[in-house]
């Protein structure tokens, strides 16, 4: 570790938790419950609380490796910050971010924020946590983030499988930092009455970004291939059995584009498996095409085989891939990784 990174984890475990006063002047959330869009419900369709009401658990510092600013998707205006290891520190739980830490934000048109940010955890212990959560704000000063994870059963961090945590996500595009403050909401109560409650409205066209991913229909079958991709992987962050299973994580690390899209696959992300019942693969990852522009990818089993979808730049090159229907080969062994091939989908 070089002395700057080293400075840097140092300041970050100094820093200095502002009080919820201090946090609401400087126009970082209000006091008042946020009241989801059913589209994007975050896990919490009841109300998300004021992350600084409650108590604070831990914070994360990351610097960022990228910010990749995507534009209009058929969401809406996309960016993804992918980030490298960085420091857990707090009253409650200590630890590390491992590398490739996922941050996707989605901007409407009225000003409200979604946010998916994909984390994996390492305790000071050596056990790995998988954390998959949801955002929302009305605007970019007040977004909160539904926390939820998957600690190993019978491990020191087993409590966070259970109970109620909203973040405070913070993202400085200049510092290239991404900040996120975790706060138990378990106590607090969702106030009555509409003058503290702050309901989300979406645009009437926009169109929802989805939890899942779509699932494969019964008559499809693989068309004309569409890439060829070689993926590097590092090895696996094994969470083990936790309260959706047994987690597997393995990370990836980059890698290769052939075929109708030439480029490469970004260093951030992993598979995400589920190893309960028949393997599941999810896999979260960035294509950078041959022309510098950033491709969104989800790999994911479905039944009778993976299917991939996308989400590129609607003026791009690449917007066909926003509507198209895709399959996917299983994962074949490659050096240093797998080798994934990728088709149009047929009835």
């Not at 041959?290 to 299917?307: A, C, P, Y």
């Amino acid at each position: 570790m070089n002395s700057d990174r080293r400075t840097f984890l140092l300041m970050a475990g100094a820093a200095v938790i502002s009080s919820p006063a201090v946090q609401r002047a400087k126009g970082q959330g209000t006091a008042k419950a946020v009241i989801p869009h059913a589209s994007w419900d975050c896990g919490m369709k009841d109300g998300i609380s004021n992350p600084e009401s409650g108590a604070l658990m831990f914070e994360t510092q990351l610097r960022l490796d990228r910010l990749a600013k995507i534009g209009k998707t058929q969401y809406g205006s996309r960016r993804v910050a992918v980030a490298l290891e960085g420091t857990i520190t707090g009253p409650k739980f200590t630890g590390t971010v491992m590398t490739g830490a996922l941050d996707f934000e989605l901007t409407l048109s009225n000003g409200t924020v979604e946010v998916e940010q994909i984390f994996v955890f390492k305790t000071g212990d050596g056990k790995y946590i998988y954390s998959r959560s949801a955002g929302v704000g009305a605007d970019a000063k007040d977004v909160r983030i539904a926390m939820d994870f998957e600690a190993p059963n019978g491990s020191s961090a087993e409590w966070m499988n259970s109970g109620k945590y909203v973040a405070r996500r913070i993202l400085d595009e200049t510092a290239k930092t991404l900040t996120v403050r975790v706060y138990d909401v378990s106590s607090v109560a969702i106030p009555a009455g509409a003058a503290n409650l702050t309901r989300i409205a979406k645009p009437a066209d926009a169109q929802p970004q989805p939890w899942d991913n779509r699932m494969k229909g019964a008559d499809e079958k693989q068309g004309k291939e569409l890439i060829v991709e070689s993926v590097r992987l590092s090895p696996s962050q094994r969470v083990g059995a936790s309260k959706r299973g047994n987690r597997n994580i393995i990370p990836i690390t980059g890698g290769d584009l052939s075929g109708r899209i030439t480029g490469k696959v970004l260093s951030g992300g992993a598979d995400y498996q589920n190893l309960s019942g028949p393997p599941a693969i999810d896999a979260r990852y960035l294509w950078q095409a041959s022309d510098g522009e950033i491709i969104i990818v989800r790999n994911t089993t479905s039944t009778g085989g993976l299917v991939p979808t996308f989400e590129a730049r609607v003026d791009s090159p690449y917007a066909y891939l926003n509507t198209g229907k895709f399959l996917s080969s299983n994962p074949g062994i490659a050096n240093g990784g797998v080798k994934i091939t990728m088709y149009d989908s047929m009835n």
